[in-house]
């Protein structure tokens, strides 16, 4: 009796299969996921930004856009290398 009751509750706690309950937790995890995302996109800006632009003007010279393309470049490669990476590690973990 009393194991019943504990999986009710824990059927409750997680939202007892409703189909809304589940479907706000993917709304709340992409949401998540988006703010996460912006926040990286924003720190690198800010580390190239940082690293190529001396003094900012009306115009960027030629050497802090292709800095910044560099930079821009490099920072999509490790993210796509880490992404595989990581990708490679779950399916290793999956078998």
Same mark, same amino acid.
């Given at each position: 009796?009393? @194991? &019943? ?5 824990? @059927?409750?706690? &997680?939202?007892?299969?409703?189909? !809304? ?8 995890? !992409?949401?998540?996921?988006? !703010?996460?995302?912006? &926040? ?22 030629? @050497?802090?856009?292709?800095?910044? !393309? ?5 920072? #999509? ?7 595989? @990476?990581?990708?490679? #590690?779950?399916?290793? &973990?999956?078998?």
């Amino acid at each position: 009796m009393e @194991r &019943a009751k504990c999986r009710k509750l824990r @059927r409750q706690e &997680a939202g007892g299969g409703d189909p !809304a309950v589940s479907e706000l937790r993917e709304l709340v995890a !992409a949401e998540q996921q988006r !703010a996460q995302f912006t &926040a990286q996109v924003h720190n690198f800006m800010e580390v190239c930004w940082d690293k190529c632009v001396d003094k900012p003007g009306s115009k960027l010279d030629h @050497r802090s856009e292709s800095c910044l !393309a560099s930079c821009v470049d490099r920072f #999509i490669d490790t993210t796509l290398s880490i992404t595989q @990476r990581f990708s490679q #590690i779950l399916q290793k &973990a999956g078998h």
